[in-house]
């Protein structure tokens, strides 16, 4: 094969922000040609999952669960045997997969892709400063036994990048390309009130931090995502909670937001803070290595774990009307950097390397 993949091999899950990545991907490659057989572990895709990949050639609900999800690794061991099986039924040139762990014991005979859009590990690292507790030990020997069968590994900023090779070093070179949106570009008019979106749940998302800055913030706080999941949970009481929504309406009210926070302690990429810039909201962020690299210049910060701080911050932008506008300017301008097409294109010539004869018979020795 000289001229890339026709068909590739893509998982992914139904729970977070890899179902839009991949869905938005492999619309994206559909239109270069490319057809996507999307494989989805954990969580069956609901109805509306289900319209919204629509475009996708073939998706398979695999009733295998997700390596953050299970407390044993013997609960994966079916994983890369079903994989292949899917890859071998279907024919596919290439093995794109959006968790390293599903790296572990893929056989050898097709290019494979591990893409990090984060991992037990590096979440330790960011949000706590501490290495994984010993009981989840095994998530970092199965992740490094992925990257070690990958050819080629993926990050979607360079601050993951890093966190990646400080916490598998000594780790192979890993390919930087960002996340992109397919929102559609634009601001509607905008209702005085401040959005925030994420799985609440998670301790990284921050969810206290920005429920005690919303009782110290003049405009309401409107949150989407859940609060509880996976045995974890956090009671929200002065913003107002939403709950986890689909996401055309998530988007809805997105747009009419004059300002979207995200507090973030862990972001390997962000998209909320993407969609918000491409939906003409004002930014303001958490300051951590990501949204530095991604939006510095194009939103204010603030110190995560200052809930003063955010309030400070926030505040200080209601009350600016031209700030506001300085910043959604210069969000939207730098938004056109993480755009579809140049994902498409970056994977494209990813995907190209990976299958040509040279590459496979050097990684087959």
């Known amino acids: 094969m000289t001229d890339g993949p026709k068909r590739i091999l893509m998982t992914c899950d139904a729970v977070g922000g890899v179902w839009r990545y991949a869905v938005d991907l492999a619309g994206g490659l559909k239109q270069q040609g490319m057809d996507v057989v999307l494989a989805v572990l954990g969580p069956a895709p609901t109805p509306a999952q289900r319209q919204e990949a629509a475009a996708v ?55 494979v892709l591990a893409v990090s859009h984060s991992c037990t590990v ?46 598998y070093h000594p780790l192979s070179d890993v390919t930087v390309i960002h996340n992109a949106s397919a929102v559609t570009a634009g601001a509607a008019l905008k209702d005085r009130y401040v959005f925030a979106a994420g799985r609440w749940w998670d301790e990284g998302k921050n969810a206290r931090v920005l429920d ?6 003049g405009w309401p706080v409107v949150m989407v995502g859940a609060n509880s999941a996976n045995g974890q949970g956090v009671d929200i009481e002065h913003a107002l909670l939403r709950g986890a929504l689909p996401h055309e309406e998530t988007m809805a009210l997105m747009r009419r937001a004059a300002i979207v926070v995200s507090p973030s302690l862990y972001e390997p990429f962000g998209l909320a803070a993407l969609e918000a810039a491409r939906c003409g909201c004002a930014l303001v962020l958490a300051d951590i290595p990501t949204y530095r690299e991604l939006w510095d210049g194009c939103a204010l910060f603030f110190d995560a774990k200052d809930a003063g701080d955010l309030a400070r911050q926030v505040n200080h932008l209601s009350a600016d009307d031209r700030l506001r506008a300085r910043l959604v300017s210069a969000a939207q301008q730098r938004a056109g950097r993480y755009a579809l097409p140049a994902q498409v294109a970056a994977y494209r010539r990813l995907y190209e390397a990976a299958c040509r004869p040279a590459h496979l018979e050097a990684a087959a020795e």
């Open 122 to 167: 590096t979440w330790f690292a960011a949000v706590r400063g501490t290495d994984v507790p010993p009981g989840w030990a095994w998530q970092k020997t199965i992740n490094r036994a992925g990257f070690d069968r990958a050819d080629h590994i993926v990050a979607p900023g360079a601050s993951h990048a890093a966190l990646l090779r400080a916490a």
């Open 212 to 217: 005690e800055a919303a009782a110290m913030i």
């Open 57 to 111: 050639e073939t998706l398979i609900a695999v009733d295998l669960p997700l390596d953050w999800m299970v407390d044993d690794p013997r609960d994966l061991a079916a994983v890369p045997a079903r994989l292949a099986a899917i890859a071998d039924e279907h024919d596919v040139d290439l093995v794109h997969l959006n968790l390293p762990s599903q790296a572990a014991g893929f056989p050898q005979g097709r290019p």
